[in-house]
């Protein structure tokens, strides 16, 4: 039975999409009912560990850590973004 990381990318009414990810990126997505997700894992950007049988979701298991591992490589990347660079002509 496949296996994917999968983010939690909108809800479209009672609808969770899932991104699915492979060692390529972005194999596909999947939609789930909301409250089929566990309540912990019912915001944007949650990361799942999904099981899929026949093209079926058959299971899905919030990843605290990984959640906040990305949450984390993210707001570095907006922080690193958003410095100023040092303006090296008004030392001059």
């Known amino acids: ?3 994917y990381a999968a983010v939690l990318d909108r809800f479209e009414g009672d ?3 899932l991104l699915l990810e492979d060692d390529d990126g972005v ?11 566990p309540p912990e894992a019912r915001h944007q950007d ?3 560990a999904v099981r899929v049988e026949d093209g079926e979701v058959v299971g899905v298991d ?4 990984e959640t906040d591992r990305r949450r984390e490589d993210a707001q570095s ?4 973004l958003a410095r100023r660079p040092d303006d090296a002509d008004d030392e001059e």
């Open 1 to 3: 039975m496949p296996e």
């Open 15 to 17: 609808d969770a999409v």
């Open 27 to 37: 194999a596909g997505d999947v939609v789930v009912d909301r409250y089929d997700l």
């Open 46 to 48: 949650a990361v799942l």
């Open 62 to 65: 919030y990843d605290p850590d």
């Open 77 to 80: 990347r907006f922080d690193r």
